[in-house]
T-cell receptor, first 111, second 112 residues
Framework: SQQGEEDPQALSIQEGENATMNCSYK?????LQWYRQNSGRGLVHLIL???NEREKHSGRLRVTLDTSKKSSSLLITASRAADTASYFC???????????WGAGTKLIIKP | DVKVTQSSRYLVKRTGEKVFLECVQD?????MFWYRQDPGLGLRLIYF???????EKGDIPEGYSVSREKKERFSLILESASTNQTSMYLC???????????FGSGTRLTVV
């Protein structure tokens, strides 16, 4: 079942610009995770933010979480061609081992 | 680094064949998952397992079965492959609840 909705569905920006993707969800969560998928490959875990956290950083990635709005955003700063990929958010509603996945945002970085 | 290895990147099978997709992880993770990914439908959970010999149905278990005889190996079985099972299959593992998943590279299965 899917509860996450990523926005936008697709995003095309110039190399060096910042990219922002959003994720909205429906139920209360324990944590929210972001993953990257390069074309035709498996997903790579990027960052996990717990429900009691508001912001988290990892290198050029910045994730925010607003539980009152049931939304999260992923910011990639100073984008590179290698950031071209699909990005998925996944929510952990009750730590019962299953994640609930969004449909993904396709990010294209133009050189 | 944790590694999840799927036995094949690409596979072509005939309708009606029994198909085995193998997944092995090397970090003693408790939980393992099988997903399929189709354009416009996102990731859909087929089966998961949180212990050896344990299995739980996901959202779309019909036409599939699984086997987990050893902790490191989780196999997905298509009992009688059909063309609507043509898809990308992704295996994942995790240490426990509330942590990220590690995915394999995926198997793109085509049933003809």
């Amino acid at each position: 079942s899917q509860q996450g909705e990523e926005d936008p569905q697709a995003l095309s920006i110039q190399e060096g610009e910042n990219a922002t993707m959003n994720c909205s969800y429906k139920t209360s969560i324990n944590n929210l995770q972001w993953y990257r998928q390069n074309s035709g490959r498996g997903l790579v875990h990027l960052i996990l933010i717990r429900s009691n956290e508001r912001e988290k950083h990892s290198g050029r990635l910045r994730v925010t979480l607003d539980t009152s709005k049931k939304s999260s955003s992923l910011l990639i700063t100073a984008s590179r061609a290698a950031d071209t990929a699909s990005y998925f958010c996944a929510t952990d509603p009750d730590s019962n081992y299953q994640l609930i996945w969004g449909a993904g945002t396709k990010l294209i970085i133009k050189p | 680094d944790v590694k999840v290895t799927q036995s094949s990147r690409y596979l072509v099978k005939r309708t009606g064949e029994k198909v085995f997709l193998e997944c092995v992880q090397d970090m003693d993770h408790e939980n393992m998952f099988w997903y399929r990914q189709d354009p416009g439908l996102g990731l859909r959970l087929i089966y998961f397992s949180y212990d050896v010999k344990m299995k739980e149905k996901g959202d779309i278990p019909e036409g599939y079965s699984v086997s987990r005889e050893k902790k490191e190996r989780f196999s997905l079985i298509l009992e009688s492959a059909s063309t609507n099972q043509t898809s990308m299959y992704l295996c994942a593992s995790s240490q426990g609840a509330g942590v990220g998943y590690t995915f394999g590279s995926g198997t793109r299965l085509t049933v003809v």
